[in-house]
């Protein structure tokens, strides 16, 4: 059994099948598939069951998971702390980051780490709470930036806590408005993240709470392309108070949300608790911290 035979498994089993997984690994279908195959005369067991165009795990391809994504993760922090006896002269950070605030907050973090510490390797992935927390917990990502998480799975380091505006149509009744509730808002409907993104979660649950289900006029994973869907006059998008002030445009109002404070966008950066951390894993967070006490 060889590391690359279980990266090849893991990488099916979560990708959802051995094309994605292919173009993940860089490699071809047919390497990863033999792979697998491999792994599995290895272990002298079926580790996937294959019904049509669905893949689904045996009771030992679970075992191997489970056991196969500690082993990767035990691997990389023996490198990684190899790696640290470098004194940052090399290394490599796998950071998440949310789509969300990517240019407002974190484009000028990243590239001042990048500045700072041009010999370390940045893996970036962008994507969702939901997405990032995963990468996290499967040892994908060391860090992420994530909604504050309440799982005991993680440790997390505060990064920020922003209210939310409401981008509007300018001729929306509201528009004039220096506040709006959500209760206002339930005729207009309503632009959504994606599913991965948890402040869906907070809106739809804070939605209810204020009596009714909101109508959902959209969905996507890109900021400015709900701000110009609202342009065009198909909805609202709430949005932190950050990044909405940035997207303010010709046919776009800002209007400040005015709810209770649970309802609100707190970013922290996560970790899998009790893992080690990298000296490029501890610079970042101490450039975090030192942005946000600047």
């Not at 701000?227 to 997207?247: F, I, M, Y």
């Given at each position: 059994?060889?590391?690359?035979q279980l990266?090849?498994?893991?990488?099916?089993?979560?990708?959802?099948?051995?094309?994605?997984?292919?173009h993940t690994?860089?490699i071809s279908?047919?390497?990863?598939?033999?792979q697998?195959a491999?792994?599995?005369?290895?272990?002298?067991?079926?580790?996937?069951?294959?019904?049509?165009?669905?893949?689904?795990?045996?009771?030992a391809?679970?075992?191997?998971?489970e056991?196969g994504?500690?082993?990767?993760?035990?691997?990389h922090?023996l490198?990684?702390e190899?790696?640290?006896?470098?004194?940052?002269?090399?290394?490599e950070l796998?950071?998440?980051l949310?789509?969300?605030g990517?240019e407002?907050?974190?484009?000028?973090?990243?590239a001042?780490y990048?500045?700072?510490y041009?010999?370390?390797t940045v893996?970036?992935v962008?994507g969702?709470?939901r997405?990032?927390?995963?990468?996290?917990?499967?040892g994908?990502?060391?860090?992420?930036g994530?909604v504050t998480?309440s799982?005991?799975?993680?440790?997390y380091?505060?990064?920020?806590?922003?209210?939310l505006?409401?981008?509007l149509?300018?001729?929306?009744p509201l528009a004039?408005?220096d506040?709006?509730?959500?209760r206002q808002?339930?005729d207009t409907p309503?632009l959504?993240?994606?599913?991965?993104?948890m402040?869906?979660?907070k809106?739809?649950?804070?939605?209810e709470q204020?009596?009714?289900t909101?109508?959902e006029g959209?969905?996507s994973?890109q900021?400015?392309f709900?701000t110009?869907?609202?342009?065009a006059?198909q909805?609202?998008v709430?949005?932190?108070?950050?990044?909405?002030?940035?997207?303010?445009?010709d046919?776009v109002?800002?209007?400040p949300?005015v709810e209770?404070?649970?309802l609100?966008w707190d970013?922290a950066?996560?970790w899998r608790?009790?893992?080690?951390l990298?000296r490029?894993?501890?610079a970042?967070l101490?450039?975090?911290?030192?942005?946000?006490?600047?």
């Amino acid at each position: 059994m060889e590391f690359k035979q279980l990266r090849s498994f893991i990488e099916v089993v979560h990708r959802g099948g051995f094309t994605q997984a292919a173009h993940t690994l860089h490699i071809s279908q047919s390497a990863v598939s033999k792979q697998v195959a491999q792994l599995e005369e290895d272990l002298g067991q079926p580790l996937l069951e294959r019904q049509g165009s669905q893949l689904h795990l045996t009771a030992a391809g679970r075992i191997v998971l489970e056991r196969g994504e500690a082993l990767l993760r035990q691997r990389h922090e023996l490198l990684t702390e190899l790696d640290d006896l470098s004194q940052m002269a090399r290394g490599e950070l796998r950071l998440g980051l949310p789509v969300v605030g990517g240019e407002a907050l974190f484009a000028s973090l990243f590239a001042e780490y990048r500045r700072r510490y041009p010999n370390i390797t940045v893996h970036l992935v962008e994507g969702g709470s939901r997405i990032v927390e995963q990468g996290v917990r499967s040892g994908e990502l060391e860090l992420g930036g994530s909604v504050t998480p309440s799982d005991p799975a993680f440790d997390y380091q505060p990064f920020c806590n922003e209210p939310l505006d409401a981008l509007l149509p300018d001729n929306h009744p509201l528009a004039g408005r220096d506040g709006v509730t959500l209760r206002q808002l339930a005729d207009t409907p309503f632009l959504l993240y994606h599913r991965s993104f948890m402040l869906n979660d907070k809106l739809l649950s804070a939605c209810e709470q204020a009596g009714f289900t909101p109508k959902e006029g959209g969905r996507s994973g890109q900021a400015d392309f709900l701000t110009a869907l609202v342009a065009a006059g198909q909805g609202v998008v709430l949005l932190p108070s950050v990044v909405a002030r940035g997207l303010e445009r010709d046919g776009v109002v800002r209007v400040p949300l005015v709810e209770p404070g649970h309802l609100r966008w707190d970013i922290a950066f996560i970790w899998r608790r009790g893992a080690y951390l990298s000296r490029a894993a501890q610079a970042w967070l101490a450039l975090v911290q030192e942005r946000k006490g600047g």
